[in-house]
């Protein structure tokens, strides 16, 4: 398809989805459900107009794209965490994105070794690959802003911003054992010291320490000159720094960027507290200090307190962030509907259904034990974990670390099956559940209040 044709595709996907989001929102379609379908008509399946091989050249720009789009959602993912660090969200984060990936990883080697019949290595890069939840089409079950405390969203964001801390050791590991005579005993030691300890803890200073301190000094650098003009770059520098720089001594970039976006709402957290303090704000009034500042009037805006300054610097960042992360996402997702046709199959379709209906359930269910969760939540966890973007660019990973050999290309059919069947089984059920769970907590609220009532009047 010519340039101009991809543009007016584009056009029109875009003004329809705008035209449209009324809808969509309140029906059981997405929007990146309607990007999937545009890419599978206008692919080798439907129309023939375009086709996207996964070649060496396709792969590597599909990293690019796929990381950008992780960076960014992974940053804002942790600017939206507005939790204090003994909230219990966390340590519910934590049972998710470790104990809970742990097991989906271990599950899916082992459909992947007596089901498909596949060695060790290749079974655990298949699991590492499709296990984590993805930050980036998790947008109608994670948390909206930093004021939403809501406790299943929460751990939905929370678990998709930590989960590659154990999902990438593992794809990393079955790489190192998927060269040509390594074992175990031969790599362990590297991986354990290097590819997991040093990977985290690294990814971890860097990003919370980047996105403190250059939160910090930006605040206080526009605060001095009382300026209020557009902070996008400055939440640009904070992304691509703390990247960059974990990727150039070997920790986990992605970390990096989720722990610097929970750095620089540190700051916004401190801020607010000292200007609080200060007698500046009312004291009793704690919410985001982006809510205090409206970005319609800039023009003349007077900055009274350093609360407003981090206001805008962080109100910036999660509208500059949010407004990247989709168009990325869309293009990816239309790119996985363009390919999906040739890739699609059964084969896919029975994994992912393993995936998303029995072996994520158990994990989570597993992994949650002895938590004060109601049952109810739990399965809702166990069913929102939507794979996207994360398992692309793991695929685009492996394979630019020199995964072949013959199972290669059913390997990638079934991660793009999987991707596919996740985008459209959780984009049609997610709007009815959640609808369903505001439908029930509301109910459980009014009956509380009646009891109450009742109680008070006696």
Partial sequence: MPTLGWLLFAATLLLVTSFLSGWIHRGPVTTFAIYLLGGVVVGPGVLALT????TLDHIHWLRVASEAAMVVSLFITGLKLRLRFRDGGWRMALRLALVAMILTVAGMVLVSMFGLGWPLPLALALAAIVSPT???????????????????????????????ATALPMLVLALALLAPGATFADVWS??????????????????????????????????????VAPSDFLALGIMIGVYALAEAIH???????FAAGVGLRRVELRVSRHVADEGKADPDDLAPAETRVNPNERAGFAIDHAGQTVGWVVSDALSFGETVERLIAAALVL???????????????????????VIRPIAVWLATI??????????LIGWFGIRGLGSLN???FAIGHGLGGDRLGALEGIVITVVTVSILA????VTPLMRWRANALAAKRDAAASLGARGTNR
Wanted: proline residues 4%; negative net charge; aromatic residues 6%.
């Fill in 394 to 396: 793991y695929l685009a």
């Fill in 190 to 227: 590297h991986w354990l010291t290097v590819d997991v300890l040093w990977s985290l803890a690294g990814g971890v200073v860097v990003g919370f320490l980047g996105g403190w301190g250059l939160g910090h000094l930006g605040t206080h650098l526009r605060h001095a000159t009382r300026d």
């Fill in 134 to 164: 993805d930050p980036v089409l998790a947008s109608l079950v994670s948390v909206d802003d930093a004021r939403d405390d809501d406790a299943l969203r929460v751990a939905i964001s929370g678990e998709a911003g930590m989960n590659d």
């Fill in 335 to 357: 790119a996985v509907g363009v390919a999906a046709m040739p890739a699609l199959s059964w084969t896919g379709v029975a994994v992912a259904m393993a995936l998303m209906l």
């Fill in 370 to 379: 002895g938590s004060p969760v109601p049952w109810q939540r739990r399965l």
């Fill in 51 to 54: 086709h996207l091989p996964l």
């Fill in 426 to 429: 959780h984009g049609v059920s």
């Fill in 251 to 257: 920790a986990s970039g992605f970390l990096a960027a």
